[in-house]
DNA sequence: GTGGTCTAGACCACA
DNA sequence: GTGGTCTAGACCACA
């Protein structure tokens, strides 16, 4: 699994978490699924093993993976992440909405926008 | 000019340029207005004017605002920036909309969602 | 009998040793009861007969098991642990209650408040 | 400040975050003040800067501090982290008495008898 | 000076 | 083998 843009000029644990999270919200990794254990995954990104117990511990303080010591880290049940995700994200356009419209554009508008811009039709 | 929440964890140059630039979007400060002077700002914010400087620097590179030797800095006429901002917004929510529709949720339906959280009714 | 709960973060051996701890005190398993075997065990659990062998050990060193060398392990007489526990018990919720008082809240009332909790009127 | 006993099993970032929050409920440590810098605490207690780190990120994540880059971490309100922390307590002590009620106890009797313990009269 | 991230590598408990 | 903790030390952005 190749989790790690170089370029990107966030934390490497950061891209790790964020990857993955999408990973499980997309069905890719199925809920109970064992992840790739630590040693592993730095080993495939080169990176150090501790970055991504960063990542993981992020994971599971995030409520998207749970670990059984001893035996590895699990992606945890999705149904509910997707939902507390959904409102995350609803609550972002909301921010950037709330911000055009101090500037005085017109929200429903921008949306419209936004909505085109990735192909997709009211 | 109070700029800076302490709380956020967010470096303290970044806030300044994000309340500086909001403010001239909302046409707060006018354009050709004079900015508050590096010291000023630094005092009135207890804060560091290397931070300050740092701050009106981002804000300069990013056409908010120009610098006259030995006079100020001032704000730049905002007519373009508030298409460029525009532009920008439409970008960051379309983006967040892509990561909706990847993990199949309704973008559309999430646009709504967040105008009636902003009490924007279509 | 299911004695692991794989979310929980503690280690399997002591979920183990905890849950038939509980079934002793419960009554459930009564005094002089044999425990299933680690193989069986083991297997009910789909785990390691290692960790099912570090539990029994850990419920014969408090008192709760005794092993008899080739017939099996088992169930202490609960009496004398019930009064064991009655006591740990107590010191627990002591030691609670004294954290309670150095940041100056009012321990009886905390614990009424707990045993309105558990539905247990005085 | 010396934070570590090290005779306790427990992990030393999880001892200092343990003795930190107890410090701040018990109002030792006073809202918005600052505490000691990472590389301070490593230094007085013998132990490594990463370790402090993590206790302090543990802090912050649970509301007991917060940083500010560049100047060091200081003490968040403690109004609602008390009530949040009586709310916890509260909810431990039930826990307790859950078991004790399963075990066949009394649970009114067991509080009053822990009250005792810590010299607490009703 | 301050915290944040990361590496390289050790040692431990647990399964 | 698996994750969890820790050390010693580097380098970075920020104030």
């Keep these: 699994m190749n989790l790690i843009?170089?370029?990107?000029?966030?934390?490497?644990?950061?891209?790790i978490t964020?990857?993955?999270?999408?990973?499980?919200?997309?069905d890719v990794l199925a809920p109970g699924e064992q992840l790739p254990s630590v040693r592993t995954l730095a080993m495939e990104n080169s990176t150090n093993p501790n970055t991504v117990?960063?990542?993981?511990?992020e994971l599971e303080r995030q409520g998207y993976a749970y670990t059984v010591r001893g035996r590895g880290v699990f992606v945890a049940d999705s149904a509910v992440l997707k939902?507390?995700?959904?409102?995350?994200?609803?609550?972002?356009?909301?921010?950037?909405?709330?911000?055009a419209k101090e500037a005085g554009f017109d929200a429903a508008q921008?949306?419209?926008e936004a909505l085109k811009r990735i192909g997709g039709d009211i």
Excluded: F, T
């Design 53 to 57: 117990q960063k990542a993981y511990a």
């Design 18 to 26: 964020e990857r993955i999270k999408r990973l499980i919200l997309m």
């Design 83 to 99: 939902d507390k995700r959904r409102g995350e994200l609803a609550e972002e356009i909301a921010s950037l909405l709330r911000e």
């Design 110 to 112: 921008l949306c419209e």
């Design 5 to 15: 843009d170089w370029r990107d000029a966030r934390p490497i644990y950061e891209q």
